[in-house]
Each structure stands twice: as structure tokens, then as C-alpha cells.
């Protein structure tokens, strides 16, 4: 396994300012979901006014239910108290165990490094916030002044630091455009080549904006997992802060040349390629039902190569996805001369034939709420 931390060096980290989170929050509140679909942002707010309830209404119920048959032998003070730290057992034990189970899962699914720290911040923070319900709850059962607003008060001051941290990961995430989020530790052992544990310790640096490969071909036959890992490394370095953005070849060809980027909905809007770390482009060449290559590394790389910010495109790190393994050899030509760089600075990892499972997808979509 490699030893390789994934962290994007500080001046190449974006700053999403209090402004950016202003706005993005404001459209996601003030928007009509059905009209409009879920943002990711929007996702995790909704989460933590979740966890809130979970400490708020049981404990609100409890004291409902057992509230006066307690009161002859407790105060109202004493009955919350230990309603209160029983609830508050009971989610953090629960908390721990997902996180145990993320952790097991991420041993038997892969060989990236698990990241111990987002999964537990991530469980301390539901944690946090079921304690703010439990709190206000608290409050408002034995007060009936404006102590309860006050206690909320007290919560969202210090809710306000952490939901900057986790907002601003997840805005970056949902600027990348990319179609999945899916971390590296969840991704299954399907490395053929080079060597896995030289491609974990590649993969991991090239995230990370260091190592010897400035660009990566990723191939393998339909199914493979391509996509899956591209979304990994996106995720990984939009978790970092790092900007990175997802197209397919096509779409990028169609919009990539336009000065500028096409203007995106407000709720949604994503990073133009020309400031990201990482651009990434699905679909370079693949072989239909019947084996006929589509696409293809002369026809592609000619058309990238008449963009006008070609020499900005040779600046980044990218990532191309081939779904025709037997046409690797013109590919890593193709991109030598179309990104100016020596072979040795292109990766390239062979998946296997194997379809990707779903358990590790669905732990994924889970693992990071």
C-alpha cells in the first residue's frame, strides 16, 4: 500500500471565499428543487439540519412520553440530562461503527490509503450536530425564556467554521462537473500494469500535483472501470481543494475553444478548464457493439491540437480515457507530440477486463456525507 499522502500544495489550493459560500447557499435555498435537482452543497446542509433532528425530536419525544412519570423522581433538568447523554451515546457509537466499517471496507476493496481523517471529521461532525439538537432541545424543555435561541445561537457560531471546511471541498467537488464522487481507497485492485504498487504511489503523487507523470492514460475494455477511477482522482484532488474538471472528449472539442467557457446555471456552475490543475477527457477513443473504434488518436489529438490554448492545455496535468486498449501505443505517441513532453511523462494504467462491482460504488456515494 502506498505510504504516498495525497494534499495539493498550497499555492495551487483554491480559496473559496465567504462571498462564494454566500451565493452558492443562496441558490440552493432559494431555488425549487424540482426544477432545479439537488446540488451537492445543498446535500450536505440538508444532511446536518438532518443530524439536528435526530438530537432535537427523540429527545423532545422522550421527555413527551416519560416526562411526568419521570418528573416525580427527577427534575425536568436531571430527565433531559439523561435522555440527553443516552441519545448522544447511542449516535456516536453508531458513528463509530460506520466509520470501522468504511475503513474495512476501503482494506478489502483497494490499495490507496484509507483517509482516516475525512471519514472521522466526517463522523465528528454529525456527531456535532446531533449534539446541537440535543442541546436546544434540552433548553427549550426546561426554559421558557430565550434561552433555547440562545443555545442555537451558540450552535451555529460554531457550526459556521466547520461547514466552511466541509463546503468548500464539496463546492469544489461540484464545480469539477465530474459524474461521480468515489474516493481512491474504495477503488477495487483492477491495476494490470505498471506494477499496482507503483501505480497507487504514481497516481496518489500525480493527484498531488508531483511525480514524474504530467499526464495519465487510463485503458481497459468497457466496464472496466475507467471512469470510476478518473472520478477518483477528481474527487481526491477537489477534496484537497485542488481544481480539476471532468468532459467528455467531445464535449470538451465543442466548448474548450470558446473565449470564454459557456456561462453554467448559478446553483451549479463549474471551473473552466483553463484555471484547473487537472482536466480530464472520458471518451477519447472506444469500440462499439460491434468492435469498431470510435474516435481515434490522430482524428482527436488533431482537433485539441487546433485549439488556440493548446500550449495552456500542455501546462496542466490531464487524463484521457481510452476504451480501445489496442490502440494505447498511437495514443502515447499521439499525446507526446500533441502535449510536448518526453513518453516517460505519460502514465499508463491497464484495467482489468473485470467489471466493476457495485458494493464499492454504492460505499462511495456513501462514504463521505
Known amino acids: 500500500m502506498t505510504s504516498h499522502a495525497i494534499e495539493v500544495p498550497a499555492d495551487r489550493q483554491v480559496q473559496i471565499t465567504l462571498g462564494q459560500l454566500y451565493k452558492q447557499a443562496k441558490a440552493d435555498l432559494w431555488a425549487k428543487e424540482v426544477q432545479t435537482g439537488y446540488t451537492v452543497t445543498y446535500a450536505w446542509m440538508a444532511n446536518q439540519l ?17 416526562g411526568d412519570w419521570a418528573g416525580s423522581w427527577f427534575s425536568a433538568t436531571w430527565t433531559s440530562a439523561v435522555a440527553g447523554i443516552g441519545i448522544l451515546i447511542w449516535i456516536s457509537r453508531k458513528e463509530y461503527g460506520d466509520f470501522q466499517t468504511a ?3 476501503a482494506a478489502q476493496s ?4 484509507f483517509n482516516g481523517k475525512d471519514v472521522r471529521d466526517d463522523a465528528l461532525t454529525a456527531v456535532f450536530f446531533v449534539a446541537v439538537g440535543l442541546a436546544v432541545g434540552a433548553t427549550a424543555a426546561v426554559s421558557h425564556d430565550a434561552k433555547p435561541v440562545l443555545m442555537l445561537a451558540i450552535g451555529v457560531a460554531i457550526a459556521f467554521p466547520i ?25 477495487p485492485r483492477k491495476i494490470v500494469s505498471p506494477d499496482p504498487a507503483h501505480a497507487t504511489d504514481a497516481i496518489a503523487d500525480f493527484v498531488s500535483l508531483r511525480g514524474g507523470w504530467r499526464h495519465l492514460l487510463i485503458t481497459g475494455p468497457p ?5 470510476t477511477l478518473a472520478s477518483a482522482i477528481g474527487t481526491e484532488h477537489a477534496f484537497s481543494l485542488g481544481k480539476a474538471r471532468y468532459y467528455t472528449a467531445f464535449e470538451f472539442l465543442e466548448t474548450a475553444g470558446l473565449p470564454p467557457e459557456p456561462e453554467t446555471d448559478a446553483a451549479r456552475q463549474q471551473w473552466p478548464w483553463r484555471e484547473c490543475n487537472i482536466v480530464i477527457l472520458d471518451n477519447v477513443e472506444y469500440c462499439d457493439g460491434a468492435g469498431n473504434s470510435i474516435g481515434g488518436a ?15 492545455l500542455r501546462e496542466k496535468r490531464t487524463v484521457w480515457l481510452l476504451g480501445n486498449p489496442a490502440a494505447t501505443d498511437a495514443w502515447v505517441r499521439a499525446l507526446t507530440a500533441l502535449l510536448d513532453c518526453a513518453p516517460g511523462e505519460i502514465g499508463v494504467v ?7 462491482g457495485t ?3 454504492t460505499l462511495a456515494a456513501n462514504g463521505i456525507a
Open 163 to 187: 461547514a466552511r471546511f466541509w463546503l468548500s471541498r464539496k463546492q469544489c467537488f461540484q464545480r469539477a462537473n465530474l459524474p461521480t464522487m468515489y474516493r481512491l481507497a474504495n477503488y
Open 103 to 105: 475503513k474495512q471496507d
Open 359 to 361: 458494493k464499492s460504488a
Open 298 to 312: 490522430g482524428p482527436v489529438t488533431r482537433a485539441v491540437g487546433e485549439l488556440r490554448d493548446v500550449a495552456l
Open 350 to 356: 491497464q484495467l482489468s477486463a473485470q467489471p466493476l
Open 110 to 113: 483497494g490499495q490507496f490509503p
Open 50 to 66: 438532518g443530524h439536528f433532528a435526530l438530537g432535537f425530536a427523540p429527545l423532545i419525544l422522550i421527555l413527551a412520553v416519560v
Open 223 to 227: 466496464q472496466s472501470g475507467k471512469s
